[in-house]
């Protein structure tokens, strides 16, 4: 599975940005799809996931009712819809992929196998 993130760039506090990512697997539907972040000197967090039954309920708790995930399943490709930033939010965004998670492992970036290259987010203040 190949996954390529787009859509980073730099925006105000209180702006939007949208992230795409696009995979390439022919069974993609099978395969749960994550956004994790990280900060300069800081570790890979989770950020929202979409299982591959569609659910796309779980997100972090430092970006629920900002952010939102989807999934389109049609055009292999899955959106990072982030409002009201925040210059915290500033961060390498990674989608990743993998067919085998389960909700207990959704958070964690190491049950992840497939990873895009990331999109810079910068969020000015």
């Known amino acids: 599975v190949q996954l390529q993130a787009s859509g980073g760039g730099l925006v105000q506090a209180g702006g939007s940005l949208r992230l795409s990512c696009a995979a390439s697997?022919?069974?993609?539907?099978?395969?749960?799809l994550g956004w994790f972040r990280q900060a300069p000197g800081k570790e890979r967090d989770f950020v929202a996931a979409?299982?591959?039954?569609?659910?796309?309920?779980y997100y972090a708790d430092s970006v629920k009712g900002r952010f939102t995930i989807s999934r389109d399943n049609a055009k292999n490709m899955v959106y990072l819809e982030m409002n009201n930033l925040k210059p915290e939010d500033t961060a390498v965004y990674y989608c990743?992929?993998?067919?085998?998670?389960?909700?207990?492992?959704?958070?964690?970036?190491?049950?992840?196998?497939?990873w895009g290259l990331g999109t810079q987010v910068t969020v000015s203040s």
């Open positions: 990743a992929a993998d067919n085998r998670i389960i909700s207990s492992t959704i958070h964690y970036d190491n049950y992840y196998n497939y």
């Open positions: 697997a022919r069974t993609f539907r099978g395969y749960t």
């Open positions: 979409c299982k591959q039954s569609g659910t796309c309920t």
